[in-house]
Each structure stands twice: as structure tokens, then as C-alpha cells.
């Protein structure tokens, strides 16, 4: 009897072990499985609640991922792991106040946690508690936190000088977890029309070469192709990339750093370069006016969108964690890096909450 015990817990520690391997190896549907096959044979373990609730945040089943982690917690309430996921899924959620208690409780247990000052921070931003965001955001700072993603966040909420952009970091997650109905909640909620503005207000000609900076999903592509023989688009975020590809819009799709891409393109080999509501995380332009100017041919198209600041601004980073423009600021860079201004129009780039954001659109020529 005894040794029948053994062999049933040796299984499920071994069913623990390959879950373990599959999630650290990105094979989340696997070690689901093998986190259930152990809590099958050995129920009410909180180390394999703890995984399993983690699996299916990554998922992206939150009710689910609340519902298992609620049981870690029953069967080891000092679990500071379990309580961490528990608070992303409620956030994921949209239940903010219950994510902030669920926070505070385990920073009450352990207050070195810099992640979790980190989301407390975002939470209270999220809550418009701005002063209590920012002491958490140093209080992330003073334990270790990623000084650029916090400094980036305090800069946001107290007017600081602003970093020249968003840290890749923040916008790579931002994104990887954005992309699960991406289009809808952009088009449907905020009234989304950048890409059609932009492509729309392009010269009737047939460009032989298109780059994408910062495709998204792919709208932009989807836009333009009729307009173009080849279409490259270039993402920071993993998940964003693969929905562009599956889209089809595109000849290629590079998982990779704007500037970086930019870079690393021949002189003249593109006569048309489009970026829509992607400069909203990169301040300061000179470096993509520089290599967008450098890649594009003679006549060849620069066309983007801008959130629109006053022009008593250059750069400034809102609170919303979005960088804004001015108008003047943008006809500057043009006339320093060698573009024309072929023409500049005011319009919504999307809604928050009902109320029109200002963008600036622009389409400039190579000269």
C-alpha cells in the first residue's frame, strides 16, 4: 500500500518536473497538461497550483487562472508567487481595486518585491491616485526596479524631462499582450482611422518598395498593398508580428527594432516608408528622420501619424504614457533632414473614453 502511495506521488512529481520544462520552454498548452496529470494524482499541492495558475494567465484564461490560484492561496496562504499572478489576472480583468488590495497584501509580506511596486504603481495610475503612483514607482526604484521602465513612468506623472523614448521593454510587453483582438478594440472602441487616412492621402502612383515601421497587426499593409508591388512590415513585439504575417498583406514581416531595421537597409531601397500611431513611443524623431530619409529613394514618401502637442512643446510625454508633437517641431525635422512637406492635416488618431485625441498626419517627400 504504502509503496502504491510512492509510485502515485513519484508520477505526479515527475508530471510536475515535465510542466516545469514545458513552461520555461514557452510550451504552455503541454505544461498545462502535465500541471493537471499532477494535481490529478497528488490534488491540492501548492507549488503545482501556483504553476498551473501561472500557465493560464500566460494562456490568457484569467477567470480560470484567479479561480486555481485562490486555491494555492487556501492551501499556503504565505504564498507570495501565487498572490503575485493572482494580482496580473485581476488586472487583465479590469478589476483594478481588487488587484491593488491583492498587491498590497503581499508587499504587507515581503515589501522588497519590485515588480509588484512596479504594477501597484500602474494600478494607481490606472485609479488617477498620481502621487501614491509615483512613490510606488520609487519605492519599485529603491528595491531594485528596472530603473528605465520606472524612470520612464515617473517621468510620465511628474513632467520630467522626458527619456527620448519608450523603453522596449514596456513596449514589447505592452504589445505581446495587446494583440488578442487588437483591430476590434482600436477600430470599434476608439475609432481607429490612422491607417486609411494615411494611405488615402498618398500620391496615385504605384510604389515599387513599402516598409511598414511598427506594422502592429498589419492594418496599415492590409491598406497600402493595392498600392505596391512589395510590402515589409517591421514590429517590436513577437505576437504583433505574427498576426501581421497571418494577415497576408505582407511579402515580409521582421520581429525586430525600428531603428535597428532602419539601419540596416540599403541607401534608396524604398520609395515609400509609412508609420501609423507608432511614434506615440518614440519622442524624439531624429534618428528616424535621419534613416528614413537615408532609406528612402529621391521623391520617395515618408507618411505617419503623430499624437498632437501644442506647439509651445517639442516632445512631451503625457501621463497616458503616449509621446505628443508639435506641428512646429515636425516641419523643423523636415527641413533639417532634407524633406518636403507635401502636405499636413489635423484629425482624431483615436478616442478615449468618447473624447477626441488631436493627431497630427503627415506626408513628406525625399528631397
Known sequence: M???????????????????????????????????????????????????????LRLGHFEEAVAI??????????????????????????????????????????SRLAPLWTL?????????????????????????????VNGYYIAALTGGPPPPASPRA?????????????????VKVLGYRAPVILVDGLPQRTFDCVIDLGCGTGLCGEHVRGKARCVVGVDLSANMVQQARARGAYDEVVQEDIVDFLRARQPGSA??????????????????FEEVHRVLAPQGVFAFSVELADDSQTVELRPSLRYAQSRK???GLAERYGFGVSKMEEHPIRHDQLTPIPGLFVWLERR
Open 271 to 288: 520609395d515609400l516608408v509609412l508609420s501609423a500611431d507608432v511614434f506615440i513611443y518614440v519622442g524624439a524623431l531624429e534618428v528616424i
Open 170 to 186: 514596456y513596449v514589447r510587453a505592452l504589445f505581446d499582450g495587446y494583440a488578442r483582438g487588437f483591430d476590434e478594440h482600436l
Open 120 to 148: 501597484r504603481g500602474n494600478l494607481l495610475r490606472d485609479l488617477g491616485r498620481q502621487d501614491e503612483a509615483i512613490a510606488a514607482f520609487r519605492a519599485a526604484l529603491d528595491n531594485g526596479g528596472d530603473p528605465e
Open 2 to 56: 504504502i509503496s502504491g502511495r510512492m509510485d502515485t506521488l513519484e508520477q505526479a512529481k515527475q508530471f510536475f518536473l515535465q510542466g516545469i520544462r514545458h513552461y520555461q520552454a514557452g510550451n504552455l498548452e503541454q505544461a498545462r497538461q502535465q500541471f493537471e496529470a499532477s494535481l490529478a494524482l497528488a490534488p491540492g499541492r501548492p507549488s503545482t497550483l501556483t504553476n498551473l495558475g501561472a500557465v493560464r
Open 329 to 331: 517641431y515636425i516641419a
Open 69 to 110: 490560484l485562490d486555491e494555492a492561496i487556501r492551501a499556503d496562504p504565505s504564498n507570495p508567487e501565487a498572490r503575485g499572478h493572482r494580482t496580473v489576472a485581476l488586472v487583465e480583468l479590469g478589476r483594478h481595486e481588487e488587484a491593488l488590495a491583492s498587491a498590497d497584501e503581499v508587499l504587507r509580506q515581503d
